[in-house]
């Protein structure tokens, strides 16, 4: 259902929402825009989040080894481009994972559609920020108006509120298309094909990457973690496919090489999770390079001309 | 309200018998029943220390039973253990029922799940076994060999022998042509990845199809069921898609055999 | 609420924001920080898990006959203010030592140091000493301050790196990712190290030189810069003095006579020195590479030499980055927990201290300091009784630790307060729980000078608390001065007793630091020093003449060891090998040694090996790499399972007493 809000009735949309879920939001911290625990709908920024959301499904650093039922949670101010890595990775770990899939279904995103390009993020060559997969979407198409795409599962928040009009629907629909031309497009449909094992680019960024880990930690999609025990406890920890013990075993490390690990990230993303989930795992948010100290690209490895090197 | 099961947790095992089999190899018997096929893998634990992913070396039948390398910070204290977690099994098993000639060749510690495949088939099928390890040391269940010359054609090859070995000594590839009508089997493969590459080299020379070959590969599965990422092989992850490939399946992935 | 804080690992000094306990957050990096910009390392993302450690001190205890028992914080201040009283009275105050520490902050430093003095001894020292004196005293000596003189941000402006003593990647993650950043775009980077560290592979210049010959490689590229006359005059004219005596001496060093001391070809010689002092502005980066030395302070010098002859100094984008290994080195350094340094860099016996009389309302010692390995060292000998130490662990990671263990054992009493139970920590008398950095308020100093702020986000866990409360309270209870309210009231003193830190409020150092000198000439701070004149007035030249290093190889001890970090883990390890991801991917020590010393030793890869010096012995997993040249070995100082100190003797430079950790002869055999 589509439905249209102003301000005001936006505040009680967070009324109604918030007695019966734990309510989170962006929130501005010097100028960070972060997840925080919130108690009114004022303290919602609604800006570029520091890392994305993945943190409410899956723990940077949590004890597996006891399962307890999760709190209901909204989370308010989710970029489009984070919200969509949820449903790119619930294809390879929802249903699988009990922690995560207990908090997917305990949890409402609410996201927040961008109506100007930022700066950096290619998000219109994955589709573009309006989502055709989302719980509660809303778009700020004009100063006190709101677009809110609510699926039906939320209707009974919605009680009360008018549904939008054809008008107001074209309006949005417009303002994304026009979204999705103002951005520069880069041509990820067939990446996959046209990537190369041996391009000299692995190299080159094996050169510079000091494996930090930032494109893995503040990815919407990286889902892998490391699971390690301490004292009664077994920690699941995030981890990152740029290091070496990612892949080492007893026997040895497939992935010895820096350059091998950082091909496996980019073949992940645009090649072996199209094949086997048929889709990129990748949103357009850029923040791998935005986040990545020695500048390392991903829309080069997009771009990248593979057949002249 | 559903109860979650969570997947995570392991079943705390009593481990009824130990057996050294040479200085850094231990089997040991779980206080449970088998419920899985051969080639398929459980991750078991000691809280405090982590996990491991090790195949299981029993048949259905049996209790569960696994044959351990002490090599890594888990696998070298499991031997001293009265009770490990328990959790699995993971992965699929050898297609040992699709096919009625098998010729199975494993590489030093490779050699459990082919072991559980033995006891399996319980000679109802021809099953030929190539097994070799580095020196006769190395050899593990030496005490049942007999027995499974009963179930199968076993050639057991080392690559050094010793003063008391009066077997075969060379690689196991030496010893495939000696497998009486090749072409028509099915190869089930487990060790270390160069056995592998030459083996399949070999077996392909031989006339086997590639999609008759299967390959038992190893990687760090941390969770066992396709969530925590580390296992991949191109777009398969060992733990979920394997650890039994289809060579034919596999045979374009460069990662194969590292 | 998400708070921000400084990561307490290295001397970058990146800003995090830290979210509350409960939170399903994790640490960023501040994306507003001029150090940072929202950028981390590896240890920044995954290293703070210790503060969170089951493992942390939760109470008081006291060593009673090796059992350690729980006391309450009344007693242990009684017990610590009453026999630190009690041996001043039967053996006087230069008996007792106080060592802080450099992950402290400037305000627990501060007071560290001022209970020292108060209490009547200069013997007061921290790991300053095993990095950055050198950098202290010969910086100060030279140019007179001896500190980082340019900003991070400053890089930008940078068109030659010249990276000599310092792996900046691993030791330095952001600096390093900064300075590859700029190279990126084209700018010259000339490295000087015996290991192909990262940053070698990008270089224009790799000059692979012999540890230890330092002076011989700065001198030889100054006869370059002299001999075609490359040096800036207008600057050496107006700027500097003693550049005939400095002349006479580099002229010497022709770099195909030095080539025979160092191992570099001339080319190379010729090559970096023309890029260095042409390519303009040029800026020096060095760590322990340079300070770990026998000639640590005259490394130091000749460094600066370098940058004065060639007009590198007060510059946008020019400069010396002496890189501060400890997140707060430069600050407790400032704070003057040195033996021969009051706040502010005043020496303890020029005529300056006064102030310090003054403003602690107390007479002040006459007598000169220990040093951090002179205080073990005379504890041996019997005349240091006791010793108050604060968050080090020097039994890992000090030199010849077989002396420091026979100093502690001989102690009277020993106080040691930190996080956790340390190897050293297991050894005292009485062990204060503190909170960690995520617990408490107070600022940190980074390696650009930048005053920067930390908050309590969390709770200590137990009893454990602040250091500066500990230090408060002991202070107090021995009638050293009156309670201090809190952190402030402490920086507030600060302020007073260093004109450089006089104009920072909390209000304006957060939440973006500021750095000194930030006073009523330079309100907002000073991101360039000695733009216009250096506090010597004029920039002095030293001429520093090469002598060998401390030890050499011969026929038993055929190689040359030196020790360091790697990039995962941190100093003795109490931090990151609490942190499950950087103890998976560095879990063991090793030695790195180069596959043609590996053969011809038999050694293969991951094989254990007996490492042998002449003061001691150890066993370790070797790794064959060729990132070191044949010759040379390296071991990380990290691991207490094979502690490289064992193998490290107490040879010190004679001016700032830093042991040479750089350059131990070894053998290594399988």
Known sequence: ?309 | MTTIMNSFKPHEKRIARKIKETTDIFTIEIDMESNSYPGQFYELSILGIGEAPISAASSSSEKLKFTIRSIGHVTSKIFEQDVIGVRGPYGNYWPFKEYDRILAIAGGIGIPPIRALIHELEGKKDLWVIYGARTPSDLVYKYEFDQWRNKANLILTVDRGDESWNGKVGLVTKYIPEIPDLKNMAAFLIGPPIMMENSVKDLLKYGLQPENIFLSLERRMECGFGVCGHCNVGHFYVCEDGPIFRYSEVSNLPELFL | MAQISVCPYCGTGCQIVVPEKDEPFSVSGYKGSPVNNGKLCIKGYTGLNYSFSKERLTYPLFNENGNFIRISWEDAIELAANKLLKIREEFGPDSVAFQSSAKCTNEENYLMQKMARVFGTNNIDHCARSCHSPTALGLINTLGTGAATGSIKSLEGTNTFFIIGSNTTEQHPIIGSKIISEVKKGKKLIVADPRKIKLAELADIHMQFRPGTDVALLNSLMFVIVKEKLYDKEFIDSRTEGFNELREEVIKYDPIITSEITGVEPELVYEAARTYATNRPSAIFYAMGITQHIHGTENVMNVSNLALITGNLGKYGSGIFPLRGQNNVQGSSDMGALAEFYPGYIRWDSDKIEKFAKLWNSTLPKKKGLTLSEMFDKAADGEIKAIYLMGENPLITEANIARVEEGIDNLEFFIVQDIFMTLTAAKADLVLPAASSLEKEGTFTNTERRIQRIFPIYKPPGEAKPDWWIINKIGSRMNLWKEYSGPEEIFNEIREAIYNYSGATYENIYPVGKQWPINKENPDGTEILHTRSFPLGKGKLVPIKFNPPSESVDGEYDLIMTTGRNYFHWHSGTMTRLSQILEREAPEPYIEINSEDAYERKIRNGQLVNVKSRHGEIRIRAKVTNLVPKGIVFIPFHYKESRVNLLVGENLDPISKIPEFKVVAVKVMP
């Not at chain 1, 305990?106 to 109506?115: D, E, K, L, M």
């Not at chain 1, 998000?123 to 055709?132: E, H």
């Not at chain 1, 609510?150 to 009974?156: G, H, I």
Request: with cysteine; net charge negative; aromatic share 14%.
């Open chain 1, 1 to 309: 259902m589509i439905y249209s809000l102003n301000a005001e009735e936006m505040a009680q949309l967070y009324e109604r929402i918030s007695k019966e879920f734990e309510t989170y939001g962006t929130v501005d911290i010097q100028g960070d825009i972060t997840f925080s625990r919130i108690e009114s709908y004022d303290e919602l920024r609604i800006g570029r989040s520091d890392k994305p959301p993945k943190e409410f499904l899956i723990g940077r650093n949590e004890n597996v080894l006891v399962f307890t039922e999760p709190n209901k949670k909204a989370v308010f101010g989710v970029m489009s481009c984070d919200l969509k890595g949820f449903y790119i990775m619930d294809k390879q770990i929802y249903g699988k994972d009990p922690f995560y899939t207990a908090r997917r279904d305990n949890t409402v995103f609410i996201n927040y559609v961008c109506t100007e390009p930022c700066e950096t993020g290619f998000c219109s060559s994955f589709g573009g920020p309006l989502l055709n997969d989302y719980q509660i979407q809303v778009i700020n198409y004009e100063n006190d108006k709101y677009l809110i795409y609510a699926d039906d599962a939320y209707k009974s928040f919605f009680e009360g509120f008018k549904q939008a009009s054809k008008e107001e629907i074209s309006k949005v629909e417009k303002l994304m298309h026009n979204f999705n031309m103002k951005q520069k497009k880069h041509e990820v449909e067939g990446i996959e094909n046209r990537i190369k094992w041996n391009s000299k680019l692995w190299d080159e960024y094996a050169k510079i990457c000091i494996q930090c880990g930032a494109c893995n930690y503040s990815c919407p999609t990286c889902y892998c973690f490391d699971l390690n025990d301490v004292g009664e406890e077994r920690f699941r920890e995030w981890d990152s496919c740029i290091l070496a013990g990612f892949t080492k075993t007893s026997a040895g490390n497939p992935r010895e090489s820096l350059a091998s690990r950082l091909r496996q990230r980019f073949y992940h993303k645009f090649v072996y999770y199209k094949k086997s989930k048929g889709e990129y795992l990748c949103t357009g948010c850029n923040r791998c390079t935005d986040d990545c100290p020695v500048d390392i690209e991903i829309k080069e490895v997009i771009d990248h001309d593979y057949n002249n090197e």
